[in-house]
């Protein structure tokens, strides 16, 4: 079966913790998307909308840690960037309680439009930025 947001080479940023994490995001929108494109069944959106929202806050703030710890420059941009991402994961969940139509579009817009430039400019710049592991380390 194919996927709604399929995987592509362009989106790795070379770290393996969030190219990792990057993928399951994708993951989960794909699940998310299935279940308010195909399935349409009301009750797995609303678990695969929380699904995502928690996973984008864990990932989130794990990549944001990291960031500082390799002393990134841009990370009070980069956390406004993650704010508006969480952000518009929330207003999809209210919309869902509404049950509003319309989410899979919104969901698409979100990952095509906003989740993967991020990767791969604004991820891969503040990585680019920061210092390598090593030099953080010592
Ligand atoms: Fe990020």
């Known amino acids: 079966m194919t996927v709604k947001f399929a995987w592509k080479p362009e989106y790795e940023t070379g770290n393996a913790r969030i190219d ?3 993928r399951q995001l994708i993951d989960l929108a ?3 998307w299935v279940s308010v494109e195909r399935d349409r069944a009301e009750a797995v959106a ?3 909308i929380e699904a995502l929202t928690a996973y984008a806050a864990y990932h989130f703030s794990d990549e944001e840690e990291f960031f500082e710890r390799i002393g990134t420059p841009v990370l009070a941009d980069h ?3 993650h704010e508006a991402l969480s952000a518009d994961i929330k207003a999809l969940a209210v919309e869902d309680l509404l049950g509003t139509k319309g989410i899979g579009a919104r969901l698409e817009h979100w990952v095509e439009e906003r989740l993967i430039p991020h990767m791969m400019y604004s991820d891969q710049e503040a990585l680019r930025a920061g210092k390598t592991e090593e ?3 010592t």
């Open 20 to 22: 990792k994490q990057h």
């Open 30 to 32: 794909n699940l998310l």
């Open 46 to 48: 609303t678990a695969a």
């Open 79 to 81: 956390r406004k960037q």
């Open 135 to 137: 030099e953080a380390i």
